[in-house]
Structure formats: structure tokens, C-alpha cells
């Protein structure tokens, strides 16, 4: 599978000959490639080029004296195989604006809704425009409410569109949205399990508390987030039990203690205590929640959050243990 999309760098130099003999020519052989004028300028002495293909594929070649950057959701041509990659905060500005911009471009095209949300159609660009994720990660919006449940998906993607113009995860950009994957098929549950991790940041940023993602901790585990103020530095861990098929009453209550005590008896031992879980319960419909929140069951893990938002933005929920954090600005509690 591959990954989000990054910048291959070539520290050579590239004549039109070149580009047109060991780029153009072999994508032309192989996949039905054409060179077309590119969509933006890029200014400065860089030269640019554009490759469609037959396929859908695209690919985006920048070039100076010394120097080239290459980026596509395409075949590699083998004249850059064993070239370096970059990530997009790593490589030249105006390389790295003209790739967004020609990219941004060309998924709006293809999918003009997202022409409405232009802070998440950026933020996740390097998996809606990857090559194995493109249909899949644009589909789990469009066409599954981001893993909501009962909402359409205009409601739902502004509700992320918010949170991600905000900017706190600017910096994390390429490792949060590489969390949605890039498989070729839509996975709700693993994505929505992804997706949780943004809605715990959201909290987590209207309570007042600066986040980084991807704490590493002794155990060589990572844990989902480090929330931090002037008196407060806590580890996060998140985990979105998905409600079953079973509309029991005994169901979700169910669903909500195995999920926690697969991250409790997993990660949360590994590490020994100290994090406090977040246990997101967004996926839950209205009858599955009412029965959880209505027993508010323990998680088997102190201290702990259990809470469901809604793309409305209400969050509502309840504690276990003593929390380090105070979350009240943020949700609803039933206790």
C-alpha cells in the first residue's frame, strides 16, 4: 500500500532531454502518459512539469540547476528510484505551494463538493490525492459521514473543516492525516477509529490545552496525544469502540467495556498507568448512547472519559477516576 504523497528529491540536473528521456518516455510506454502544461506558476527559476495518465495518475516534476523534486500518485520512473523523500514542510516553498496548488486543483475537479472545505481539502491532500487512497479516503467523507452516524455529509465535513482551520494541527499535518490510510477500500471502522483521534483533539484545544500527537513513551509504544498548559502535561490515549450489530440494551454497554479493555489490557499495561483514556463513543446512534449513558458502565481503566459528539458540535459525557484535565468548557457531563 502506499503511503501519503512526499517529495522525491533529485540533486542532479535536468535538461528537457532528460526529463523528456528518462520521465516522459518510460510513463508514456508504460501507463500512457502526456505532458501538459502545468496549471499555476511557480515563479523563481524552477521549471515545471505536469503528467497525466491514462490511468487517472498524475504526476508533478520541479526543476533548477542541481536540483529537482518529483511528486506523483503514479509509477516512479526508475531514474529516481533511489532518490530521497521529503515531506512537504521539508522541501522549498514555492515547490511545495505549486505542488498544493496543482493538486488542489485537480481534486476539486474531481470532487467539486470539496471546493467548500478548502482547510481539510488541504490538510488531508497528501491521502485524498495518494495513490492507492484517493477514492477510498474522498468516499469515507462523501459517501459515510466521516463515521458518523444518522448525519449527512456537509454537516460532518464542516465540522472538521472548523476544527482543522483552526490550525493546531497544522504542524502535524502529514502524520494526522496519514492516520485515515491509504488503503484502496473504505475501512469505517479503522477510519473512524482515525477520525476519533481529531475529535479528541478538538476536546482537548476547546478546553484550553495546547496538543503535540504521538507521544513515544519508554515502552517504545506511542500514545495519541500529550495535552498540555501552564500547569497541566498529560498523555491521552484514545480508543472509539464501534456499536454492535445486536440493538440489545446490554449491546453498547458491552461494546463500550470490551474496546476499553482491549486498550487498557494492551497499551495502557505496556505503559505502565499515567494516561488518562479517552473512550469516544461518536459512532453510537441515539438508542445505542442513551443505553450507555444511562449506566455510564466502568471502562476498566482510571482515569478515564467516555463521551460521544455529534457534528453539531455538542459533546456530551461522563468520568471515571480522577481526571487531570479539566474539560468542562468542552463537554457536557452527565456526572
Not at 515545471?48 to 495518465?53: A, D, G, W
Not at 483552526?166 to 492525516?177: A, I, K, N
Not at 480508543?239 to 446490554?250: D, E, G, H, L, S
Request: hydrophobic share 40%.
Amino acid at each position: 500500500m502506499a503511503r501519503p504523497l512526499r517529495f522525491r528529491y533529485s540533486p542532479q540536473s535536468w535538461s528537457d532531454g532528460r526529463v523528456h528521456n528518462e520521465i516522459l518516455q518510460p510513463l508514456q510506454s508504460n501507463i500512457g502518459a502526456q505532458s501538459v502544461t502545468p496549471w499555476f506558476k511557480i515563479g523563481g527559476d524552477w521549471q515545471t512539469h505536469r503528467f497525466e495518465m491514462a490511468n487517472g495518475d498524475i504526476a508533478l516534476f520541479a526543476r533548477t540547476d542541481g536540483e529537482a523534486y518529483w511528486m506523483g500518485n503514479t509509477e516512479t520512473p526508475s531514474a529516481l528510484w533511489k532518490t530521497d523523500k521529503f515531506g512537504w514542510r521539508e522541501i522549498p516553498y514555492p515547490v511545495s505551494r505549486w505542488a498544493t496548488r496543482e493538486l488542489t486543483a485537480t481534486l476539486h475537479e474531481e470532487d467539486p463538493w470539496l471546493a467548500e472545505y478548502p482547510h481539510l481539502s488541504w490538510f488531508f491532500l497528501p491521502v485524498f490525492m495518494s495513490k492507492d487512497g484517493r477514492e477510498s479516503t474522498r468516499a469515507f467523507f462523501r459517501e459515510h459521514a466521516a463515521g458518523f452516524p444518522d448525519a449527512g455529509r456537509r454537516e460532518t465535513t464542516r465540522f472538521f473543516e472548523d476544527f482543522l482551520s483552526t490550525g493546531v494541527l497544522d504542524e502535524y499535518r502529514h502524520v494526522m492525516s496519514g492516520k485515515l490510510g491509504t488503503s484502496d477500500h473504505v475501512d469505517r471502522v479503522r477510519m473512524s477509529a482515525a477520525m476519533a483521534e481529531f475529535i479528541a483533539a478538538k476536546i482537548l484545544t476547546e478546553a484550553g490545552y495546547d496538543v503535540v500527537p504521538e507521544i513515544e513513551v519508554t515502552t517504545g509504544h506511542s500514545l495519541d496525544f500529550r495535552a498540555e498548559d501552564a500547569e497541566t502535561n498529560v498523555l491521552v490515549e484514545v480508543t472509539r469502540p464501534q456499536p454492535p450489530i445486536n440493538r440489545a440494551a446490554a449491546g453498547p454497554v458491552a461494546a463500550v467495556r470490551d474496546t476499553a479493555e482491549t486498550k487498557t489490557n494492551g497499551q495502557l499495561a505496556e505503559h505502565g498507568g499515567g494516561a488518562t483514556l479517552f473512550v469516544d463513543c461518536s459512532s453510537f446512534r441515539d438508542d445505542a448512547w442513551a443505553a450507555v449513558r444511562g449506566e455510564q458502565p466502568d471502562v476498566r481503566h482510571r482515569p478515564a472519559v467516555v463521551y460521544r459528539t455529534r457534528p453539531n458540535g455538542h459533546v456530551e459525557g461522563y468520568r471515571k477516576g480522577a481526571v487531570p484535565l479539566e474539560l468542562a468548557d468542552a463537554i457536557d457531563f452527565l456526572d
